[in-house]
C-alpha cells in the first residue's frame, strides 16, 4: 500500500457522513495515548467539511483514511490546523504527512497573512511541523482569544493548563509566522544576490586579466 491509493483533497458536504467515524476515533486515539485532546462533536466537524475548511484522505475503496481541519482565531490573525487523525487500518504509509501538509496549503491559501499555530504531545506532528518550518514558542505567543482556550476544557490536563495560568502545558505550541518566513526569504535572497554580485566581479576581472596576457 502507498500513498498512490489514496485521495487527499478538501473536504465538502459530501464527506459529511464520514463525521462520527471520524470523531470517534480522534476520541479513541487519544485514549490510547493517554494524552489530552479537546473534543469535537461530529456536527462540528461537518460543519468545517460544508465550510471546506478540512482536508480528507480516502482509500480507492472509499474507507476514509486521514482528517484535519481548520479553526480561526482572533478575527483570523491565527489559524490552527487541528485533529489530524489516521485512520488505524492505514498508517505507516505517511498520510499524516500527506494531510498534514495539504491542510497547511489549505490555511495558507485562505489566510495568507495569518500565524498558523499548534498545540501537540506528539513526535511525529512536532516532526512534521518542523518540517514545515513551524517553531516551538511559548503559550504567549500564540491566540489569546479565549474561545480557543475554552476548547481545552475537555482535555485531560486542563487543569494542569489552568494551574499554570496558561502559561505551560502538557502540549508543545508551535508557530509558522509568514511574516518570519517573509524575511527569512528575503535575507536569503540577499545573500544569493550579494554572492551572485562577487561572482559577476571575479569573471569581469578574470575576463580582463586574459585580455591583458599576450601568447
Known amino acids: 500500500m502507498t500513498l498512490q491509493d489514496f485521495n487527499i483533497i478538501v473536504a465538502s458536504e459530501k464527506h459529511a457522513d ?17 494524552t489530552g485532546i479537546a473534543q469535537r462533536s461530529p456536527e462540528y466537524v461537518a460543519n468545517k467539511m460544508l465550510e471546506g475548511k478540512a482536508v480528507i484522505a480516502l482509500h480507492k475503496d472509499g474507507t476514509w483514511a486521514g482528517f484535519c481541519y481548520i479553526e480561526t482565531w482572533s478575527h483570523g490573525d491565527f489559524v490552527a490546523n487541528s485533529g489530524l487523525i489516521v485512520n488505524p ?16 496549503q489549505l490555511s495558507r491559501d485562505k489566510y495568507p497573512h495569518a500565524k498558523i499555530f499548534g498545540l501537540t504531545t506528539g513526535l511525529a506532528v512536532m516532526k512534521i511541523n518542523s ?10 505567543e500564540l491566540t489569546q ?20 495560568e496558561r502559561k505551560n502545558c ?10 518570519d518566513k517573509q524575511k527569512q526569504f528575503e535575507e536569503n535572497l540577499k545573500k544569493i544576490t550579494h554572492k551572485a554580485t562577487l561572482l559577476e566581479r ?3 576581472a578574470l575576463k580582463k586579466s586574459l585580455k591583458n596576457i599576450h601568447f
Open 18 to 34: 464520514y463525521a462520527p467515524q471520524i470523531c470517534d476515533e480522534m476520541a479513541a486515539s487519544a485514549k490510547a495515548r493517554g
Open 170 to 179: 502538557m502540549c508543545t505550541a508551535m508557530l509558522w509566522d509568514p511574516e
Open 202 to 204: 571575479i569573471e569581469s
Open 145 to 164: 482569544d479565549e474561545d480557543f482556550w475554552k476548547g481545552c476544557r475537555s482535555c485531560v490536563n486542563y487543569d494542569i493548563l489552568t494551574a499554570k
Open 131 to 140: 518540517e514545515l518550518g513551524y517553531e516551538p514558542v511559548t503559550y504567549s
Open 89 to 104: 487500518a492505514f498508517r505507516k504509509v505517511g498520510l499524516a504527512k500527506a494531510v498534514k501538509m495539504a491542510v497547511f
